[in-house]
C-alpha cells in the first residue's frame, strides 16, 4: 500500500486554524475565506482518513489524531521553510553586533542563535548579554547594531516580537517569614521588573525588604534559588530551580522587541527578526 503525500499547503492552514483556534482566524492570517480554510482541513481529512478537527461544540478543538499531526505538522513545515531559505534567500554575510537583554527566555537562547548561526554560516554574530536599558545605550552610542530587550511602560519604539508574562517566582515550597517585610531580590536600580514589581507592592499594602541585589539575572535567580528570598521573571523562561509564586499583586506582562537602525542593514536585520519570530512561535 503507497502510503499518501501530504500537502504543505493543507498543512500550514491546518496549523493556522489549530494556533487561532478557529477558520475566521486562520482565514484571515491566510488571506482566504472561511469555506476555503473548511474544504483544505476536509481534504487533509481524506487523505489521512482521520478526523484532525472537532467541529461539534461552538469552538473548535482537536481531536487526538489532531494533537498528534499538529506535532508533526509544525516540525514538516520548519524543515521546508528551512530549505526554502537556504536555497532561494540570498547569501547573508557581513557582521551583526547583538545585544540581548538577559530576560529574554534564557532557556532558549543559546539553542536559537545557535540555529540561526547555522542558517546563515556567513553572518558574523556578536553578542552581548545585559540590560535592556544598558544595551540601548550601546546602540545609541553605535556600539551595537540591533537590541533584543523589553519596551518600558507606554513606549512604542522597536519592533515588538512577542509579550512575555511577569510572574513573582521563588524556590519550590518556599514561605515568606512570619512578621518581617517580605525579602526580595532584584535587578539593580533602572530595572523594568524591579520598578513594576515593587510598585505592585507598595500599592498592595505589602511591607518588603530588597535583601539582595545583583547586576546578572542568573545572581537575582540564584538568590530565588536558595530561598534567600522572592524575586520576579519572565514567565515562559524559569531556570530550574524556581516555580511560579501564587497570590502575589498581578504584575501584568512585558513587551519583547527589537530596537535598532536598520537603514543600510537590512539584509542583515530582518532575517534575524523573523528568525526570532518563528523560533518562538514554534516552540
Known sequence: MRMPDLDLDLLRCFVQVAERGGFTAAGQSLGLTQSAISLKIKRLEEILRRRVLDRTSR??????????????????LALNDEAVRRLVEPPISGRLRLGV????????????????????????????????????????RGELDLVLGKRRDGETE??????????????????????????????????MFRERALAALARAGLAYEVVYTSA?????????????????MGRSGLPPGLEEMHGMPSLGIAEMAVFGDAAGRTMLVAPLIRFIRESLEGS
Open 59 to 76: 469552538q473548535i478543538a482537536l481531536t487526538h489524531d489532531g494533537e498528534t499531526l499538529l506535532a508533526y505538522a509544525r516540525r514538516i
Open 101 to 140: 537583554a538577559d530576560h529574554f527566555i534564557p532557556r532558549n537562547l543559546a539553542p536559537l542563535l545557535a540555529r540561526f548561526a547555522k542558517h546563515y554560516p556567513d553572518l558574523r554574530l556578536e553578542v552581548e548579554v545585559g540590560r535592556s536599558h544598558e544595551l540601548r545605550a550601546s546602540q545609541e
Open 158 to 191: 522597536g519592533v515588538m516580537i512577542w509579550t512575555e508574562s511577569i510572574s513573582w517566582v521563588s524556590a519550590p515550597g518556599w514561605t515568606a517569614p512570619e512578621n518581617r517585610p517580605l525579602p526580595i531580590a532584584m535587578l539593580p536600580q533602572g530595572c
Open 216 to 232: 546578572s539575572l542568573l545572581g537575582v535567580a540564584a538568590a530565588a534559588q536558595a530561598g534567600l528570598a522572592l524575586t520576579v
